[in-house]
């Protein structure tokens, strides 16, 4: 498997990337990611792509996953019920990871999570961070198993909270 920016050609495969994922939370009970014709959408990932932070992880020629890689400040973060282990100006966090359903199990998560701690030592940044719905307990072992640890509670712009999670490298 092969991490690479994602192109504008990856639109309608991340799109069902985020298609799948909907439907798994949805079957599992998460509420997440639930609103019809809402979040994310394939016009979230295109902004990824226009910022240079949209990354797909390949097998062969098929998109297998799909993730935001972005550094700076996520205003979400700013107000935390709990604390960060560390203030910093600039951290790298993760968004909309998707996964295809054949390819969960195989690691495609942590890749991700590798590439955004590569990137980060590339900065030199040294704070990772990420958030979840307090029910999508597999993406919480994901970021319990790239070394991010659970920090409190952060709030969305429509106010729904999620656990938030922190890594210093």
């Not at 690479?4 to 985020?18: E, F, N, S, V, W």
């Not at 979040?39 to 998109?63: R, S």
Request: proline residues 5%; neutral net charge.
């Amino acid at each position: 498997m092969k991490i690479r920016k994602a192109t504008m050609q990856d639109l309608p495969a991340i799109g069902q990337l985020y298609a799948y994922a909907k439907a798994a939370l949805k079957a599992a009970g998460v509420d997440q990611w639930q609103e019809p014709g809402g979040y994310p959408q394939e016009a979230d990932a295109q902004k990824d792509i226009e910022n240079g932070t949209g990354y797909v992880l390949t097998e062969g020629e098929e998109v297998v996953a799909y993730a935001c890689l972005a550094f700076g400040r996520e205003p979400t973060y700013e107000t935390i019920e709990g604390a960060w282990q560390k203030e910093v100006p600039c951290y790298g966090f993760l968004h909309r990871i998707a996964v295809l359903p054949k390819a969960k199990g195989k690691g495609a998560a942590g890749l991700m999570f590798n590439e955004l701690k590569r990137q980060a030592r590339e900065r030199g940044v040294t704070v990772l961070r990420g958030d979840t719905h307090r029910d999508n307990a597999p993406m919480q072992r994901v970021m319990e198993k790239n070394g991010l640890l659970y920090r409190g509670i952060i709030y969305l712009e429509d106010g729904s909270p999620r656990l938030a999670y922190e890594c210093l490298l």
